[in-house]
């Protein structure tokens, strides 16, 4: 039985985790833990104002793992939820790429 193993294709899925680490450091250095309101949360993933709020409301992002509501007027979201909701679903905005 023979498994036949290309280094180019290990190297690139490796080199590919390695950027979505290095990324992901950058993104929790840049950003404060909590980021206040909707068009500043979707600046840090690549996302309009509208297009978040449109998301709350849809309820792709969900009241306490995503986000709390600090006041009628005030949204604060959770940094580390919505990177780690983004990269799940392969929209997270890359900072360096292979």
Same mark, same amino acid.
Request: a neutral charge; proline letters at 1%; zero cysteines.
């Given at each position: %039985?023979?498994?036949?193993?290309?280094a180019?294709?290990?190297? *690139?899925? #490796?080199?590919?985790?390695?950027? %979505?680490?290095?990324?992901?450091?950058l993104?929790?250095?840049?950003?404060? #833990? *909590?980021?206040?309101?909707?068009?500043?949360?979707?600046? %840090?993933?690549?996302?309009?104002?509208?297009?978040? @709020?449109? +998301?709350? /409301?849809?309820?792709?992002? =969900? *009241?306490?793992?995503?986000? /709390? @509501?600090?006041?009628?007027?005030? =949204? %604060?979201?959770? +940094?580390?939820?919505?990177?780690?909701?983004?990269?799940?679903?392969?929209?997270? @905005?890359?900072?360096?790429?292979?």
């Amino acid at each position: %039985m023979f498994i036949e193993i290309n280094a180019d294709d290990i190297a *690139e899925k #490796v080199a590919e985790k390695l950027l %979505m680490k290095i990324n992901r450091k950058l993104d929790e250095k840049l950003y404060p #833990v *909590e980021i206040k309101g909707d068009s500043e949360a979707g600046l %840090m993933i690549g996302l309009t104002g509208n297009a978040m @709020k449109q +998301r709350r /409301y849809s309820g792709f992002y =969900i *009241e306490g793992k995503h986000f /709390y @509501k600090k006041s009628d007027n005030i =949204i %604060m979201w959770f +940094r580390d939820a919505l990177l780690d909701e983004e990269a799940l679903n392969g929209r997270s @905005k890359t900072v360096l790429s292979a």
